[in-house]
Nanobody
Framework: QVQPVESGGGLVQAGDSLRLSCAAS????????IGWFRQGPGKEREFVAA????????SYADPVKGRFIISRDNAKNTVYLQMNNLKPDDTAVYYC???????????????????????WGQGTQVTVSS
């Protein structure tokens, strides 16, 4: 079992950058796909980006392509979400989640539905002012 913990949220202005971190407070991210989701005010939670821990496959949602970069540090057991050129529409609580895959071949297929993710962090608030 792995417990993700997010950090790095805050209040920034439009056009600024922010980097979120997701660390495994217990367990490891081995055999997992690590996803970032967000839930804005009055909106449903949505997929943002994900990376497979061993295979290194990456996927982005269209609204963040070209602005956000997801990466992982195996030694630190941490996943990062670098968010550039932030917009007010990016305002949301950002969640990190882990989708445990028992086989390496399964890590080549990233699932974007939140029901596929087994372990969730508490979330970190990102607010972008205009």
């Amino acid at each position: 079992q792995v417990q993700p913990v997010e950090s790095g949220g805050g209040l920034v202005q439009a056009g600024d950058s922010l980097r979120l971190s997701c660390a495994a407070s217990t367990g490891t991210f081995s055999h997992c796909i690590i996803g970032w989701f967000r839930q804005g005010p009055g909106k449903e939670r949505e997929f943002v980006a994900a990376v497979s821990w061993s295979a290194g496959v990456i996927s982005y949602a269209d609204p963040v392509k070209g602005r956000f970069i997801i990466s992982r540090d195996n030694a630190k057991n941490t996943v990062y979400l670098q968010m550039n050129n932030l917009k007010p529409d990016d305002t949301a609580v950002y969640y990190c989640a882990a989708d445990f895959r028992s086989r390496l071949v399964d890590e080549f297929s990233i699932r974007v539905g939140e029901s596929a993710y087994d372990y969730w962090g508490q979330g970190t608030q990102v607010t972008v002012s205009s």
